[in-house]
């Protein structure tokens, strides 16, 4: 893939450019500001953009706000041919942070080709490079700790506090990608129950379920993000 990194510390962004290019992928612009990130994607077109939260000049937030700009709409990520493209340009977040607000946002606009990993999380290179292939090709990696934050916060929404503390805990997982099966093991409960839970979930909520996994993530972080912009 054609990876354009944004990352202020010139170490973190020399390391990854050289284990991307490592990987076989091509390292087309690497910049250290959410400014230059706009303009390095208008210009080169890149496949990926690795994307980090705190930028020059505050180091608070410019980084997720630029990604969110960038996956606003199709415009910004056309191909290098010049002919737009149907989605939005995949972003992969990599930061020490969760900045929940924007965070929901950016899920809840769009999760397919988007990524958000801690960067003390990420527990090898065959992890992360993983994480850049499924981003790359239109799927959502999320840390479950980016999750459960986001969870945390938006449990301030009237409808979530309908909810009760199982059917909680089965939306955290739920977000997290697991299936039925695996919510099960982790909450000791059968499949039937978890079934149960995440009918009751949708049902409150007012969220059509869904058979695919990835829909049903889609489904409640679209909620989330709606409920975190409140």
């Keep these: 893939m054609r990876i354009l990194i944004a990352e202020d ?18 390292v087309v612009a690497s910049v250290a500001s959410a400014e230059d990130l706009l303009r390095a994607v208008d210009e080169h077109r890149p496949d990926l953009a690795l994307v980090d939260v705190r930028m020059p000049p505050t180091f608070t937030d410019e980084g997720i706000r630029a990604a969110v700009l960038l996956r606003s709409g199709p415009a910004r990520a056309t191909a290098p041919t010049g002919t737009e493209s149907a989605h939005p340009l995949p972003v992969l977040v990599l930061s020490q942070y969760v900045e929940e607000r924007y965070a929901a946002e950016l899920i809840a606009s769009n999760s397919s080709g988007l990524g958000y990993l801690l960067k003390d999380r990420v527990a090898d290179v065959e992890e992360f490079l993983g994480a850049v292939a499924e981003v790359g090709a ?3 990696v999320l840390d479950p700790e980016v999750v459960a934050q986001i969870v945390i916060r938006s449990q301030r929404s009237s409808e979530l506090g309908t909810l009760t503390a199982r059917e909680r805990e089965a939306l955290q997982l739920m977000a997290e990608g697991r299936s039925n099966s695996a919510i099960a093991a982790r909450m000791h409960v059968t499949e039937g129950s978890v079934e149960k839970f995440i009918s009751a979930v949708f049902g409150k909520l007012g969220l059509p379920a869904a058979d695919s996994g990835n829909r049903r993530v889609l489904a409640v972080l679209k909620y989330l993000g709606a409920t975190g912009r409140s």
């Excluded at 973190?12 to 450019?17: I, K, P, S, V």
């Design 9 to 26: 510390s010139v170490l973190l962004r020399a390391g990854l450019e050289r284990l991307l290019a490592d990987a076989g992928h091509e």
């Design 138 to 140: 239109g799927g959502t």
